[in-house]
């Protein structure tokens, strides 16, 4: 393992240097499945941001904070015990207070709320250091919605993944099913258009992308495809950016192997 337990070399297709690659995309377009799988192929840290925004707008709830108070709210996202760490085996875990976390954040009344919480300038800013802060030391392959616009606009593996609200309001009504859980899909398809317009319209790291991203239209793939196509993305930009700089560009990619 490389200082910093960041990437191993000879695993998978692995990168002889820690580098962050990025993932951006509207909700349920499948960014953390494809980002888990993507960093087990690179032998990276995955780092589900979206997951920290999650904790903070659970302990809103779970606390009664009003989310429009920016004060109140920016309080509660300093005082959570969040803490990323990276286990002997490379597995990333978000945890709170010690523990890892749970389903508790992954309800729809959670993820509306999340909306609201990370709109916050005093959310952001925190979480922003911790994000910084493990990428730097660790690399890792991150997902959310400004991980390439604002959390690291430097990185050259900038990703967005994208797919028609009916598709993705498709996919996330598939997931819930199979939970056993009742499921209205046009409620889903108006949840996610809510947040969309949420997410793009905030004042603070609004939903955006721009010509320094690789845009993945995932409408057409399976999760396997789209996770071929960015590690064959990962190898075209790491030879591009390979060789001596000031920086420590990161050498080229191994060749593509299948996934255990």
Same mark, same amino acid.
Request: hydrophobic share 35%; proline share 5%.
């Given at each position: ?57 659970? $302990?809103?709830? =779970?606390?009664?904070?009003? !989310?429009?108070?920016? +004060?109140? *709210?920016?309080?509660?996202?300093? @005082?959570?015990? /969040? ?85 993705? $309001?498709?996919? =996330?009504?598939?997931?819930? !099913?199979?939970?056993? +859980?009742? *499921?209205?899909?046009?409620?889903? @398809?108006?949840? /996610? ?68």
């Amino acid at each position: 393992m490389s200082r910093g337990g960041g990437s191993r070399v000879g695993q998978r297709d692995a990168v002889a240097a820690p580098i962050v690659v990025a993932i951006d995309g509207p909700a349920g377009v499948g960014k953390s499945s494809v980002a888990r799988r993507l960093a087990k192929r690179l032998g990276l840290p995955f780092v589900d941001t979206g997951a920290m925004y999650r904790c903070v707008a659970w $302990a809103c709830l =779970r606390d009664g904070v009003d !989310r429009d108070d920016e +004060a109140r *709210v920016g309080e509660v996202a300093r @005082r959570l015990p /969040l803490r990323l760490a990276v286990s002997s085996a490379g597995e990333t875990r978000l945890e709170l207070a010690g523990r890892p976390v749970g389903d508790e954040i992954r309800t729809e009344e959670v993820s509306m709320a999340t909306s609201e919480v990370a709109r916050l300038p005093a959310v952001r800013t925190h979480l922003l250091e911790l994000q910084r802060d493990f990428g730097r030391r660790h690399g890792g392959v991150l997902e959310g919605r400004d991980i390439g616009t604002v959390v690291f606009p430097d990185t050259p593996y900038k990703f967005f993944l994208d797919a028609d609200v009916g598709v993705r $309001a498709e996919r =996330r009504a598939r997931q819930q !099913r199979a939970s056993g +859980a009742d *499921v209205d899909t046009d409620r889903l @398809r108006r949840e /996610l258009q809510r947040r969309d317009s949420q997410d793009s319209q905030r004042e603070t790291a609004p939903l955006r992308r721009d010509p320094s991203y690789e845009v993945v239209d995932t409408g057409d793939l399976d999760e396997d495809e789209v996770v071929e196509r960015l590690v064959q993305l990962v190898r075209v930009i790491s030879r591009r950016t390979a060789g001596p700089s000031a920086s420590g560009a990161p050498t080229a990619v191994g060749p593509a192997t299948s996934e255990d």
